[in-house]
């Protein structure tokens, strides 16, 4: 079992930045690939920023959408993972979730209560 909590969440008006974090008990952090989701109203909950197991070099990867604006990093230390986020725009308002899973040949399978990132134009 793992359990996963966000926050950071909040209002911001466009071209406003946020910092996102999630924190981890219950599993070995750093053993783990992590994730950033999102999920807007009436729409399905999609990919946003992912950061590999330490051992397999913590390679990020960004949705084509945010590539450039946003940032995914993590502190296995603190069992932490962040997602720094600039240049918002309307669009970007969603849930945002965090979530585990125990290699990249598996889905995601823990994750977080998520946290409303709400962008004004």
């Known amino acids: 079992q793992v359990q996963l909590v966000e926050s950071g969440g909040g209002l911001v008006q466009a071209g406003g930045s946020l910092r996102l974090s999630c924190t981890a008990s219950g599993r070995t952090f750093a053993d783990y690939h992590v994730g950033w989701f999102r999920q807007a109203p009436g729409k399905e909950r999609v990919f946003v920023a992912g950061?590999?197991?330490?051992?397999?070099?913590?390679?990020?990867s960004y949705a084509d959408s945010v590539k450039g604006r946003f940032t995914i990093s993590r502190d296995n230390a603190k069992n932490t993972l962040f997602l720094q986020m600039n240049s918002l725009k309307p669009e970007d308002t969603a849930v945002y979730y965090c979530g585990t899973r125990r290699s990249v040949l598996t889905p995601y399978d823990f994750w977080g209560q998520g946290t409303q990132v709400t962008v004004s134009s």
């Open positions: 950061i590999s197991s330490s051992s397999s070099g913590g390679s990020t």
